[in-house]
């Protein structure tokens, strides 16, 4: 059971807009900047957001985070077959003085 | 360009244990906290652990605590993570990972008598 809370699943047609979201507490999101990843099917997670809406260089800005109280969400509007990955979200915990993660969600590309 | 090489997983008896590496290179090592992030197989992310960039403070997910032991050599640009008292559900790609934003290509533990 994750400390962050993903839904397993998403998926979209191409050209398409998707909504990834990631619940929390006051002891992670609530307090903390998030960060989310997107890895590749068989490659290591590479950065696509952190401080909860800021895009390293190289990133499209297709891919756009917010944080709203205890829940972040990841955006990708265009949908591009590339795009079909796994995604995570993360952010540091007071509570247990680690990052924690969301257990993850499975984007696919119809 | 920042590179993280991991090296030294293998297979390992239940109970057993290893020493896991990280050669780093591209930027200043010892500016710079680390963290050791594991994935099952099939499996999401786990935090395993982290390091200040001196080395003074460290950080242990609970489900390897007093287990694994992480440390940095900073005029070798290394990070370790000692690895002992191995379980079957530490089985795992291992990744190092520069202040949670650049990862390495991981290394896979494999715990199975």
């Known amino acids: 059971q994750s400390v962050l809370t993903q839904p397993p699943s998403a998926s979209g047609t191409p050209g398409q807009r998707v909504t990834i979201s990631c619940s929390g507490s006051?002891?992670?999101?609530?307090?903390?900047?998030v960060n989310w990843y997107q890895q590749l099917p068989g490659t290591a997670p590479k950065l696509l957001i952190y401080?909860?809406?800021q895009r390293p260089s190289g990133v499209p800005d297709r891919f756009s985070g917010s944080k709203s109280g205890t829940s972040a969400s990841l955006a990708i509007s265009g949908l591009q077959s590339e795009d079909e990955a796994d995604y995570y979200c993360?952010?540091?915990?007071?509570?247990?003085?680690?990052?924690?993660f969301g257990g993850g969600t499975k984007l696919t590309v119809l | 360009e920042v590179q993280l090489v991991e090296s030294g997983g293998g297979l390992v008896q239940p109970g057993g244990s290893l020493r896991l590496s990280c050669s780093a290179s591209?930027?200043?090592?010892?500016?710079?906290?680390m963290h050791w992030v594991r994935q099952a197989p099939g499996k999401g992310l786990e935090y395993v652990s982290g390091?200040?960039?001196?080395?003074?403070?460290?950080y242990y997910g609970d489900s390897v605590k007093g287990r694994f032991t992480i440390s940095r050599d900073n005029s070798k640009n290394r990070l370790y993570l000692q690895v002992s008292s191995l379980r079957a559900e530490d089985t795992a790609v291992y990744y190092c990972?520069?202040?949670?934003?650049?990862w390495g290509q991981g290394t896979l533990v494999t715990v199975s008598s």
């Open positions: 990972v520069k202040d949670m934003r650049d």
């Open positions: 591209g930027f200043t090592f010892s500016s710079y906290f």
């Open positions: 390091i200040s960039s001196n080395g003074h403070n460290t």
């Open positions: 006051s002891s992670n999101i609530g307090s903390k900047s």
């Open positions: 401080s909860n809406d």
């Open positions: 993360a952010a540091w915990d007071d509570s247990v003085n680690v990052p924690v």
